[in-house]
């Protein structure tokens, strides 16, 4: 665990100094956006994934409505996870989607239902100022990822000025018995730490309560 914190110091640092390097003054700003994000804990939608610290890196690619990405999550217990995804966005707050959940450890191209190694998720949201929707469902059945089917997500989040509040339940991947039941209860503060006058390293925390696996979670993070 102290390689994998040294390890993670070296990275930071070395993407800081790159980051403090680069011209600001660009005329023809890149369409890809790379970054990468380091979380004491992985939580998803109220379940924890993997165990210790997680690095989370991305690369998106963005033209006018649509963004195309590529998503990973690692940690030194050996859990990884590496999601595809694509997201349309309207201009009055509406936006929709497709992930494509994968564990690097199964058959890439196994597509089966019993063993199968990729679920799809098709994603609906909406925003209007602080207040954010989603709904969301898993397409297939996928037994290597443990994916039934029809699998339900919803979640409501709200931001006010200081801290935001979300609350989330599904069914299938989402709880212990998959059954549906209120799943990821929880609140989040942001907060930006200055490096330079020109560079700074936003923070973030979360309290989470998963009120069907009766489990509490306190995770921070920080994003490159």
């Given amino acids: 665990m102290k390689i994998f914190f040294t390890a993670v110091l070296i990275f ?8 403090l390097g680069q011209d600001t003054e660009n005329d023809n700003p890149s369409k890809f956006s790379p970054g990468v994000d380091f979380y004491s804990s992985y939580i998803w939608r109220g379940s924890k994934q993997g165990t210790g610290p997680a690095v989370q890196p991305y690369l998106e690619f963005a033209t006018g409505s649509l963004t195309i990405g590529a998503w990973g999550s690692f940690d030194a217990s050996g859990f990884s996870e590496t999601d595809l995804y694509a997201t349309y966005s309207l201009p009055f707050g509406l936006s929709v989607g497709l992930t494509d959940y994968y564990y690097p450890d199964l058959d890439y191209f196994d597509y089966s239902d019993s063993t199968g190694s990729h679920a799809f998720e098709l994603t609906a949201g ?6 954010s929707l989603s709904a969301n469902v898993i397409l297939n059945q996928a037994g290597g990822v443990g994916s039934e089917g029809g699998d339900l997500y919803f979640e409501a989040a709200y931001s006010f000025k200081y801290f935001g509040i979300f609350l989330g339940a599904g069914n299938g991947w989402t709880t212990s ?11 989040m503060a942001e907060k930006e730490i200055k490096i330079t006058d020109t560079f700074s390293i936003p923070f973030n925390g979360q309290v989470i309560f998963n009120p069907d696996r009766k489990s509490l979670y306190v995770v921070v993070g920080f994003s490159l």
């Fill in 126 to 131: 909406y925003e209007i100022k602080g207040l």
């Fill in 12 to 19: 930071a640092g070395l993407f800081t100094n790159i980051l």
């Fill in 177 to 187: 018995d998959g059954d549906f039941a209120v799943c990821n209860i929880g609140i």
